[in-house]
């Protein structure tokens, strides 16, 4: 016997779903007919659970920005149009190459199609949209301002994508140039110094401590490469999940925040964020209290996040946004003075996007000239590491040339 879940439909037209548990299928259909029923659907639950394994592992993968603002946006034209939801649902089903996104927008038309509410179906899929997106959506769907919600998170996610592009430009360089050196230090250390240590063992020259150094990692990464790639794995694995503790990310985020040239990109890309999510949701109508709870969740740096749900926590108590904001040093000077100034004019929203406006352009000129304040530094440590390989080689050499 085994359980099966259902969808059947009555001889008068109603619908009726459920879990039975029968011999198969057709016995199913069987025990079905007996109540007045004919069976329209049904999936084991062994079935239904390993396609949600299969569903789990693509979503591991992930969705990127654009295209999540790509289906934001063909969905607010359709919308727009007075196309149906299921059906606008439908024709971003068949356009999405990601198996795991085509399964998720088929599965909520299907929602959507049994009743649901659009928002409520969202919210089934956590993985592809955020309560931010989720709450949008709910307060856009209630008010019959649907189209006008997805232009403005559409029009949030641009600006977002926007940003990322840029920081992720200006990191292409350095990033280049570490990954050039780490390579030919790679090569050096496996082809170049095992041969030289050879030479010096052959000789019988005494070696510096630097070059036994050299020469004892040299030859451990030729003979027993293997465990290093494996070292490398089990220290990536403990550091990614030591960050994902409340400690491990307040030590990750402390160190970011004291780097001289990272602090102000990620200071200004989390005030940034802050300001133009919050804007957004006080825009679409979510309330103040709710949008900070949801804004907490999604921040990237644990001491912007721990600020703004206190925040949200005095504000529930009656205390003003831009007092309850005071005592945290995280929030800019200019956000708190800011949004004092938007409480009196009652113009929050606005000047939160104006104060979104600011920040991405600041994060923006910092990202522009991070070339030319790494460019120095990365010399120095290629010239560092370069000199202290040529002495430790030298070094033996030079000591040979002293004996003959």
Known sequence: MAKFKYTAVSFSGD??????ESKDETDLAQLLKQEGYVLVSAESEESANRKKGILNIQIFSGVSLAEKMMITRNLQVMVKAGVSLPRALSILSAQSNNPALKNALKGIGEEINRGQTFFSALSK?????????VSMIRVGEESGTLDGVLENLTHQMDRENDLRSKIIGA????????????GIGVIMLVVVVPKLSET??????????????????????????????IMLAILAIVIRQALKTKSGRKVGDTLILKMPIVSNIVSG???????????????????IIEGLNIVSGAMSNIYFETAIKET???????????DSMQPYQVFPIMIRQMIEVGEETGQTADILGKLA???????????????????????????GAV????????QPMYSILQNV
């Open 357 to 383: 406006d600011y920040y991405e352009e600041e994060v923006v000129n910092y990202t522009k000239n991070l070339s030319a304040l790494i460019e120095p530094l990365l010399m120095l440590i290629v010239g």
């Open 269 to 287: 890309t989390n005030a940034a964020y802050f300001t133009r999510t919050l804007s957004s949701l006080i825009t679409a109508g979510v309330p």
């Open 15 to 20: 619908t009726k779903s459920g879990v039975l």
């Open 125 to 133: 899929f956590p993985q592809f949209f955020s309560p931010l997106f």
């Open 171 to 182: 990191l292409i360089y350095p990033i280049v140039v570490i990954s050039a050196m780490l």
């Open 200 to 229: 010096f063992r052959e000789l019988n020259v005494p070696l510096p401590a630097s070059t036994q150094a050299i020469v004892a990692v040299g030859s451990f990464l030729a003979n027993q490469w293997y465990l290093a790639i």
């Open 312 to 322: 949200a926590e005095k504000v529930g108590k009656g205390i003003k946004l831009s």
């Open 387 to 394: 000199g202290f390989f040529a002495i430790s080689m030298i």
